[in-house]
Nanobody
């Protein structure tokens, strides 16, 4: 069993910054890709950013250079540094970890709320 826990959400003003972190623990063989997704009220969950074990990153178009995803493999932790936040960034942010050597399985955290005020 693998547990994924996010933290770092909160309330910030537009233009502000926030850093999220996500730690995986439990019966971990190997964590491959990790990523951040978000879901705003009335909308579907969408990809924000992903990072491979080797550090290759991918970002959604709306990020526009404002966010940086990183990871610490020794700590089984992924981070999302968010700058220049906009009200439309308000959402619950979820962490995903893809775990396995042969067979791989996705694990999700419970989410952390990010609210950006005008």
């Amino acid at each position: 069993q693998v547990q994924v826990v996010e933290s770092g959400g909160g309330l910030v003003q537009a233009g502000g910054s926030l850093t999220l972190d996500c730690a995986a623990s439990g019966s971990i063989s190997r964590i491959n890709d990790m990523g951040w997704y978000r879901q705003a009220p009335g909308k579907q969950r969408e990809l924000v950013a992903t990072i491979t074990r080797g550090g290759s990153t991918n970002y959604a178009d709306f990020v526009q250079g404002r966010f940086t995803i990183s990871r610490d493999n020794a700590k089984n932790t992924v981070y999302l540094q968010m700058n220049s936040l906009k009200p439309e960034d308000t959402a619950v942010y979820y962490c995903n970890a893809r775990v396995g050597i042969g067979f791989k399985q996705n694990y999700w955290g419970q989410g952390t709320q990010v609210t950006v005020s005008s």
